[in-house]
């Protein structure tokens, strides 16, 4: 069964001070890594996708990373707006179109 | 454009009560999917259709219809909701319909069922 695990739960940073979210996967045949960025009340924006074990790729001051058994999505110097949900989710080779998501690490950035 | 739509935004409803939650993409997906998602946990699957026919049921009880009247649309019919029904409804679309690419996911409908 495919299974994702995030930590840490909830992160709180200052303003300007980087860190990296955790996402530990097991998956039989990984077809996709995916994460996402959730306001409260909203619906999950997408981030980046991964497909294979050494990829990066980068958005404004994210940054995703992959290897064989964790993805880390690296924040360089958050700003206040960065406040969210970060869920990390996974496609594996059973189950086609179903995603498993973690729980999601609550990522506070104060002023 | 990535956008999907979702219809209403919010909705109260009472347990003898029968609404539809609606759902509209224009990127030409072919995979559309409903979730559910309770309050500080991950989304759950509940229904997945690709190329408009219903391809996963996540052993969704009958209370919840899902309908795909074509390619752009995705309905989700409820009748005789529970309380512990309440929750977070989100729409998704992706464009490959072997989970390969991402899934772009609507701002979500939140229902109350009192």
């Known amino acids: 069964e495919d299974q994702v695990t995030q930590s840490p739960e909830a992160l709180r940073l200052q303003e300007g001070e980087s860190s990296s979210l955790n996402c530990s996967y097991t998956v039989s045949g990984l077809r996709g890594l995916f994460w996402y960025r959730q306001d409260p009340g909203k619906g999950p924006e997408f981030l980046f996708t991964l497909y294979s074990a050494g990829e990066e790729k980068e958005k404004e001051r994210l940054k995703a990373t992959l290897t064989k058994k964790e993805s880390f999505l690296h924040i360089t110097a958050p700003k206040p707006e960065d406040s969210a949900t970060y869920l990390c989710?996974?496609?594996?080779?059973?189950?086609?179109?179903?995603?498993?998501f973690g729980t999601g690490t609550r990522l506070l950035v104060s002023p | 454009d990535t956008e999907v739509t979702q219809t209403p935004k919010h909705l109260v409803m009472g347990m003898t009560n029968k609404k539809s939650l609606k759902c509209e993409q224009h990127?030409?997906?072919?995979?559309m999917y409903w979730y559910k998602q309770k309050a500080k946990k991950p989304p759950e699957l509940m229904f997945v259709y690709s190329y408009e026919k219903l391809s996963i049921n996540e052993s969704v009880p009958s209370r919840f219809s899902p309908e795909c009247p074509n390619s752009s649309l995705l309905n989700l019919h409820l009748h005789a909701l529970q309380p512990e029904d309440s929750a977070l409804y989100l729409c998704a679309s992706s464009q490959d319909l072997q989970g390969w690419t991402e899934a772009f996911f609507g701002q979500g409908t939140r229902l109350t069922v009192v």
């Open positions: 990127m030409g997906h072919r995979a």
């Open positions: 989710a996974v496609q594996g080779n059973t189950g086609f179109q179903k995603l498993v």
